[in-house]
């Protein structure tokens, strides 16, 4: 037992520490944010000293902190304070209700944005997307975004406050829909949206108020730690300030966005560089990078080696993978190499087996150029896998994040069927075959793309039945692929803080790391898969303060 004198001792609880070196306890000693002992209760209580304080867990379960490892924690907390926010599975008509109720409230010069919109809303529609919101708004800019955040849904006068030769233009990276007379029809996907978005910049106020919502959120779903992926100087920013108030209660780490069709599009090697001298801290870790090299299914901008379903209105007979890639092969390879020789480590959005095949072709070509560097590079999303690159992950030490959470019938999973086919639909996120192959996994809800909220346990649920935890949709996605929940733990603590670069200061209850964790009012063996997708937490712990409380 360590002899440095503890600040609180924690006792009488049920601890899985998820440490294969000591995985059950029940007494924990902190000592300025830190563990100091993992034992049971004498031996813990052995180091009181007079100035030590006593904390009873009243024989409940104790578990390490989740890590998030893929939330746009400012935008999905921006969307759900200031934006038309409706259901992921509400009507057309409601969310044209609720968009015209909000452009009846907007004051002079205010962009209405909301959402979302999935693309089977428009299954009976015969007219310009565009002319429906013109209805409701002819006079006020509406933009509305889709479940995926990859397309966007606008107003003639969205169209014509950003310019309509700025987006009529043909994008390398992004389709700007026309109809049939070459007219811009109001939906705009991947880069086609940059311009748009360019005019959706939030205030510092908003984004101060977005900050303590989330992390208020997140503290109260038990994370104690998140990745934010697609990080850019606004939101660098506003995370830097919050933390400087001391009210930044999780670990994190921002992937700068080197190349996002979405937001920033590309920037130089050097202002990577200097973003991440600029908005490091000990809470915010900056030595990582993103890039996109494909889209979604939805909208056909996921690259697959086979084609869509011919029920999807696809042209099967132009099919070709490369189209989708927003990045070539040798250009991929080139600034990846950069990227990894400058000590980033790397998350690229990949969909189609296309996309995700050529991103482990380019991790290799940067294994060989430059040699293991370290660094775990990772493919975000990782939905459809082609079975000889299973094998490839485990191969290279590239990390394979699932999200978002498509592993149980969902809203979008209509959408994914209608594109791709139910049979392709049943492969995806093959959680466990990765595991099999020895492939480091995390989780992500991609909050708020494809997701309405960044709840981990529902994604937790589903993740070990591959159904729907709350019975709302029937069936299965990937049943085979389901995983058990001892299984399911580490990819949602150990594994998160692997990716995280904090695996020896997080992610587990052990000596020596920070005091992360969270208190359940039995042990999570013992709740249903319901149970499990509506968990309250009751406690959560960070660096031995207790962030959030029940009561």
Not at 81 to 98: G, H, K
Not at 217 to 225: E, H, V
Not at 243 to 255: E, F
Request: hydrophobic residues 40%; charged residues 25%; glycine residues 6%.
């Amino acid at each position: 037992m360590n002899m440095i004198e503890p600040d609180q001792i924690w006792i009488n609880g049920l601890i899985e520490t998820l440490d294969a070196q000591n995985p059950f306890a029940t007494a924990i000693a902190i000592s300025q944010e830190k563990i100091i002992a993992v034992g049971n209760d004498q031996e813990v209580l052995n180091l009181k000293r007079p100035g030590t304080k006593i904390l009873n867990f009243d024989k409940k379960f104790v578990m390490p902190g989740l890590v998030e490892s893929h939330t746009h924690a400012l935008w999905g907390a921006c969307k759900k304070l200031f934006d038309v926010s409706v259901d992921f599975t509400s009507s057309l008509d409601n969310l044209l209700a609720a968009t015209k109720s909000r452009v009846a409230q907007a004051s002079q010069n205010t962009i209405v944005i909301g959402g979302p919109w999935r693309i089977d809303m428009f299954d009976n529609i015969n007219e310009n997307p565009k002319n429906i919101l013109d209805r409701l708004a002819p006079d006020t800019p509406v933009v509305l975004e889709d479940t995926t955040q990859h397309s966007l849904w606008c107003n003639t006068k969205a169209i014509e406050l950003v310019g309509i030769d700025n987006l009529k233009k043909d994008f390398k990276d992004g389709i700007a829909q026309k109809d049939s007379d070459g007219n811009l029809n109001g939906i705009f996907s991947e880069g086609a949206c940059r311009p748009i978005r360019a005019k959706l910049k939030r205030t510092e106020s908003q984004l101060k108020e977005a900050s303590a919502h989330f992390v208020e959120l997140f503290n109260q779903l038990g994370i104690t730690s998140f990745k934010e992926p697609m990080a850019d100087e606004d939101n660098l920013s506003a995370y830097m300030k919050y933390d400087k108030t001391g009210q930044l209660t999780l670990h994190m780490a921002a992937h700068i966005a080197k190349f996002s069709p979405l937001t920033s599009g590309e920037i130089s090697f050097e202002k990577i560089e200097k973003l991440r001298k600029d908005y490091k801290s000990e809470n915010i870790r900056t030595d990582f990078a993103k890039l996109f090299l494909d889209g979604v299914a939805p909208t056909f901008t996921a690259s697959f080696f086979h084609p869509y379903t011919a029920q999807s209105g696809y042209d099967n007979d132009s099919h070709d993978p490369e189209k989708t890639l927003l990045m070539d092969h040798d250009y991929l390879f080139d600034i990846l190499a950069e990227l990894d020789n400058r000590g980033f480590t790397t998350k690229i959005h990949a969909v189609g087996d296309y996309a995700i095949h050529t991103a482990l072709n380019a991790i290799e070509k940067t294994r060989k150029k430059n040699g293991f560097s370290g660094l775990r590079h990772e493919i975000a999303h990782s939905p459809f896998i082609i079975e000889d690159d299973l094998k490839r992950f485990k191969k290279l030490d590239v990390v394979a994040e699932v999200s978002p959470k498509l592993w149980f019938p969902n809203p979008m999973t209509k959408a994914q069927v209608h594109v791709l086919g139910y049979d392709r639909v049943q492969k995806c996120h093959p959680i466990k075959s990765l595991l099999n192959a020895g492939v480091n996994v995390t989780y992500a809800s991609d909050w708020p793309a494809g997701t309405p909220d960044p709840n981990p346990w529902i994604g937790l649920a589903g993740m070990i039945s591959r159904k729907d935890p709350n019975n709302n949709y029937e069936g299965y996605i990937g049943k085979n692929e389901a995983i058990s929940l001892e299984q399911a733990l580490p990819i949602f603590t150990v594994n998160g803080a692997k990716s995280l670069g904090m695996e020896k200061e997080t992610g587990t209850i052990s000596i020596g790391k920070w005091a992360d964790f969270i208190i359940l009012e039995k042990p999570i063996q013992n709740y249903n898969i319901k149970e499990i997708a509506n968990m309250e937490v009751q406690k959560t712990i960070w660096k031995g303060k207790i962030v959030y409380s029940i009561n």
